[in-house]
């Protein structure tokens, strides 16, 4: 009987752990649970609050000048990419026009990119024609190009040119004959998904910068970091800081933003991450304050 009763205790005390046991699981999944539910809260309460901020405050140079009442935000939100916290999110903002857009994707813009970040001109002349045959209307082979025998027949693609000029979305890019490999790898970091126009010289990067401009790496590092620490920069400035007779033409730069944003917003709450991206056009409207072009969460 004395044995007995010592099994039936051991198989007692064997479910109660695993009860408890069970039941720390139990708490600590809802406590993940509570944790990824507060995050995307945040995240999505942070993009709003971000909506209102553009939508009522006023665009200068190089950043959003905050004019609401909304606390726990800075008095300037930087449109260079510049991390900032906001409560607990990480939000970063891109003016879109500090990169190279892709409807419709500029190639004059594009090849100047890959010719001043080391791509060889004959390689350069393959992607950029081959572009040019991907976004027309016709089945007409470029010298340099390639169009849908190449695609179908040559190298037995399972696509064909899109022949349109409105491509769906940068990493399309990647499809293109001469834009694999290093020549994407230098581009998709200078492209966003939004509408063409005038280059920003007040938000954009090195890179972007180099290229438009024509200057190498060391006198595009210099105009962003005189650029940066005064918030912004002037045609004489850029003239003289150039380091040689720069020629680029007012009809692609502008000194303003575009009021077309890149949001990127990452979340933590403890353990638990949400994350979430938007293109926002704060163009003045007479029915709407924005107008959100893409969302990806």
């Not at 995240?43 to 609050?49: C, F």
């Not at 990493?171 to 998709?188: M, T, V, W």
Request: aromatic content about 10%; charged content about 25%; proline content about 3%.
């Amino acid at each position: 009987m004395l044995i007995i009763a010592l099994i039936l205790m051991m198989i007692a005390i064997s479910l109660a752990l695993f009860v408890v046991s069970l039941s720390r699981d139990l708490v600590a999944s809802s406590h993940m649970l509570l944790d990824k539910l507060q995050a995307r809260f945040d995240a999505e309460s942070t993009a709003e609050k971000i909506k209102y901020i553009a939508a009522t405050g006023r665009f200068a140079p190089g950043e959003i000048q905050n004019m609401s009442a909304i606390t726990g935000f800075p008095t300037q939100l930087s449109l260079r990419g510049t991390s900032f916290k906001a409560g607990n999110s990480d939000v970063e903002l891109i003016d879109s026009a500090s990169r190279f857009g892709l409807w419709p994707p500029q190639s004059e813009f594009l090849k100047l990119v890959m010719l001043t970040n080391g791509i060889a001109p004959q390689d350069v002349a393959i992607a950029i024609d081959s572009l040019l045959d991907w976004t027309d209307v016709d089945d007409l082979k470029r010298l340099n190009g390639a169009e849908k025998y190449y695609y179908r027949s040559d190298n037995s693609f399972a696509y064909q040119p899109r022949n349109d000029r409105f491509m769906q979305t940068k990493e399309e890019l990647a499809l293109i004959r001469g834009f694999q490999g290093k020549s994407y790898d230098i581009l998709k970091d200078v492209i966003i998904d939004t509408h063409s126009g005038r280059i920003n010289i007040n938000t954009a990067g090195q890179k972007v910068l180099g290229s438009i401009l024509e200057v190498n790496d060391d006198n595009a590092k210099i105009i962003v970091d005189v650029r940066d620490k005064r918030g912004f920069i002037t045609i004489p400035e850029l003239t003289a800081m150039s380091g040689n007779n720069l020629t680029f033409s007012e009809d692609y730069i502008t000194f303003f933003p575009s009021r077309t944003v890149y949001i990127k917003i990452h979340t933590t709450v403890n353990d638990a991450r949400d994350s979430l991206e938007m293109i926002v056009n704060f163009q003045y409207h007479k029915s709407k304050a924005f107008v959100v072009e893409k969302y990806t969460d």
